[in-house]
């Protein structure tokens, strides 16, 4: 399903929401949120995820944001959703990252048959992937859903 350039798609019990254009970091981050969710974090479900949209003709040579970022002082990569850190060995990096420096986001890129993460620039382009919380008809999330109930009512109060 696409509502506003946004494709929206459920793999094991899991919505996701895909962007079809592509946007920087900070932009891919607050669309993500808007939607009720957060920047892609589940590496392990990469393979589904792009299972899915090789199915549909998706672009092979895609990169997209996923919710890690080196944006603190210290130099370490954390998961922005929920602050822990990005354990170095437990995901798959290019050849040659991560580059530890300050201000860096993270993103994942297809190469050959995997899917490898990049440190990049914040402010280049790629698809914003989000873990989307519960959605509703038409891919509304549910903070969507939530701001038309409240101004339902408060319509109701004051008509």
């Known amino acids: 399903m696409s509502v506003e350039g946004i494709f929206f798609v459920r793999l094991s019990g899991t919505n996701y929401a895909l962007s079809s254009s592509t946007m920087n970091w900070f932009k891919a981050y607050q669309m993500c949120r808007l939607k009720g969710g957060y920047l892609f974090d589940s590496m392990e479900k990469l393979k589904e995820v792009d299972t899915h949209l090789t199915r549909i003709g998706w672009p092979i040579a895609m990169k997209f944001w996923i919710g ?9 990569f954390r998961w922005f959703k929920t602050g ?3 354990k170095q060995n437990e995901y798959k990096w290019a050849p040659g990252e991560p580059t530890i420096q300050f201000g860096v986001c993270v ?4 190469v050959t048959n995997a899917f490898l993460m990049k440190t990049v620039n914040c402010e280049i382009k790629a698809y914003a992937l989000c873990n989307l919380m519960e959605t509703h008809e038409h891919g509304e999330s549910e903070v969507e859903v939530r ?7 408060m319509h109701s109060l004051f008509s």
């Open 68 to 76: 890690a970022t080196c944006l603190s002082l210290d130099g370490i």
């Open 84 to 86: 822990e850190d990005l």
């Open 107 to 110: 993103d994942v890129e297809k």
């Open 147 to 153: 701001k038309k109930k409240k101004t339902v009512r």
